[in-house]
């Protein structure tokens, strides 16, 4: 599947985002999807996954409690609810789907979309 991702933007420390990311070209229905991050200077790391059809949700200990994924089939996306957003939270943000699951935590995945800018002011 190709993925597009949108909603980024520059934000000040305690606000909200959400970004999306739209499918298209394959059964995405059947895809687990996720995001994953890149801060300046640092390796990418994964943020929540979230199954195929939205039973399994994980999520990186650095965002617990502030994130919260969905994924809607009928559309196909995928979207990321931001809250109390935090300097650190300043990456590029990359959706990303596999039919297997596992490799949306092991940053394996075989779609990526091309990423969106988030920028946390402090």
């Known amino acids: 599947v190709q993925l597009q991702a949108s909603g980024g933007g520059l934000v000040q420390a305690g606000g909200s985002l959400t970004l999306s990311c739209a499918a298209s070209?394959?059964?995405?229905?059947?895809?687990?999807a996720g995001w994953v991050r890149q801060a300046p200077g640092k390796e990418r790391e994964f943020v929540a996954a979230?199954?195929?059809?939205?039973?399994?949700?994980p999520y990186a200990d650095s965002v617990k409690g502030r994130v919260t994924i969905s994924k809607d089939n009928a559309k196909n996306t995928v979207s990321l609810q931001m809250n109390s957003l935090r300097p650190e939270d300043t990456a590029v943000y990359y959706c990303v789907a596999d039919p297997r699951f596992h490799t949306i935590v092991t940053l394996t995945a075989e779609s990526w979309g091309q990423g969106t800018l988030v920028t946390v002011s402090s």
């Open positions: 979230i199954g195929w059809n939205g039973g399994s949700t």
């Open positions: 070209g394959g059964t995405f229905r059947s895809y687990a």
